[in-house]
């Protein structure tokens, strides 16, 4: 499953196809989304935001469309009139006079005004996404310490889209590999230097994997780029200690972890 980093990365080339280009043609599946059809004719997209896995859209008339994956949504940038050859339903469609981007299979779609989007269910209920480089560590350890998450398992907490958006279960993994830390464990046992040094990592780790990952820098001698540590690493040596990765089940997902130096 996508997860954060590989969200923002689809909706940045979402971005690089449509932004800021007079909208030719637009079409929608659902009837009730059918009354935008005509009126974002001409519009631009200004910009397209991620909420963990939400997309929303936003229009140069106000108006924002609001977009979640779920299992089987998938956003694809074609050529202008370009039809593909798939078994996907198609939900939304936004041309350009070069590019369009295409929404498949998706079935939480809804077009909101500023007032709505405050009050719908879904962002009301995800925390704020590590993306947002607004969100500061201070802030992330603020949530860590609320009485509200002070008390969950970490196993089940990194997972949670109402503490923080866009981390999954490898961003779980390795998160709490390179803190030193079971699954087990909860922010309220933890010292003050571990709780800087986690929330630092939340934030950290996602954003390294989403400027990182698929490319390398040239100019270091290694390389720049985001790699597993333990995830999928099960079996083979920890880089850390030198002590076995191991496997598991938490939260009805694969989870792995060095159970000699993540204590």
Avoid at 129 to 150: C, I, W, Y
Avoid at 216 to 234: C, L, Q, T, W
Wanted: glycine share 6%.
């Amino acid at each position: 499953m996508p997860e954060g980093p590989e969200i923002r990365r689809a909706a940045d080339a979402l971005e690089a196809a449509v932004l800021n280009k007079p909208l030719t043609d637009v079409w929608f599946a659902f009837p009730e989304l059918k009354i935008f059809e005509e009126a974002l004719i001409g519009q631009k997209v200004e910009r397209i935001e991620t909420r963990g896995k939400a997309l929303l859209t936003r229009f140069s008339n106000g108006k924002t469309l609001y977009s979640h994956n779920q299992l089987y949504g998938v956003w694809r940038v074609v050529n202008s009139g370009e039809a593909p050859v798939t078994t996907r339903v198609l939900r939304v469609k936004l041309q350009t006079a070069d590019k369009a981007i295409l929404l498949y299979s998706a079935s939480d779609i809804a077009m909101l005004d500023d007032e709505q989007l405050v009050k719908h269910p879904f962002l009301l209920r995800v925390g704020p996404d590590v993306l947002d480089l607004t969100l500061t560590a201070q802030q992330v350890k603020e949530r860590l310490l609320s009485p509200r998450f002070r008390k969950r398992q970490f196993s089940g907490l990194l997972l949670d889209q109402a503490f923080l958006a866009g981390l999954g279960n490898y961003l779980r993994v390795e998160i709490l590999w390179y803190v030193g830390l079971a699954a087990h464990h909860k922010a309220q046992d933890l010292s003050d230097e571990q709780l800087d040094r986690l929330a630092n990592a939340l934030l950290d780790i996602p954003r390294f994997s989403y400027n990182t990952r698929g490319s390398v820098d040239e100019n270091k001698h290694h390389g720049a780029i985001f790699s597993f540590k333990v995830f999928h690493r099960a079996g083979k040596k920890c880089e850390r200690c030198g002590g076995v990765i191991e496997k598991t089940m938490l939260s009805s997902r694969p989870f792995y972890w060095c159970s000699r130096c993540q204590r």
